[in-house]
Structures are given as C-alpha cells and as structure tokens.
C-alpha cells in the first residue's frame, strides 16, 4: 500500500438477476428499522419558516434519496 491505491480501478461486483441488492440489504427487519429512522428524520420533520433555500434544497435531496430507497426496497421498478 503506498497511499495512491485508491486509484485502481474497483472491480465489478457479479450481477446476480435472481436477487435484488436493495431487497437484500433493506427488505430485512434491520433494513426496515433504518428506512423508518430515516423516514422519521427527514420524511416526518419540517423546517423551520427561517430555514434558507439551500437548507430547503437540502432537505428536498434528502427527501427524495429517501423515498427512492424504499421503492427501491419494496422491489418496484422506475417506468
């Protein structure tokens, strides 16, 4: 290791057709708990009326990447 190996190139993880990575990984009692803390942080909460437009900007990247992974997790396709 000489402090320029994150350079190389990562090797491709084999695509498995019969299992869905986001199923595996969040379609668990574990993997529930985590989308339900992050539905209750970022789903559930607002901001406040001073909040800027970035914040609010932020909090909408957040709120999609959210709901993203739970359809993800719940095994529906985009159209």
């Excluded at 190389?8 to 989308?35: F, K, N, S, Y």
């Excluded at 992050?38 to 959210?66: C, F, K, Y």
Aim: charged share 25%; glycine share 6%.
């Amino acid at each position: 290791m000489n402090g320029w190996d994150w350079f190389d190139p990562i090797p491709e993880m084999p695509e498995d057709a019969d299992i869905d990575h986001w199923q595996a990984c969040l379609d668990t009692p574990a993997g529930q708990r985590v989308l339900a803390d992050l539905e209750r942080q970022i789903l559930h909460t607002s901001l406040g009326p001073d909040a800027n437009s970035h914040a609010i900007w932020m909090r909408e990247g957040q709120r999609a990447l959210v709901l993203q992974m739970r359809r993800l997790a719940s095994g529906h396709k985009a159209d």
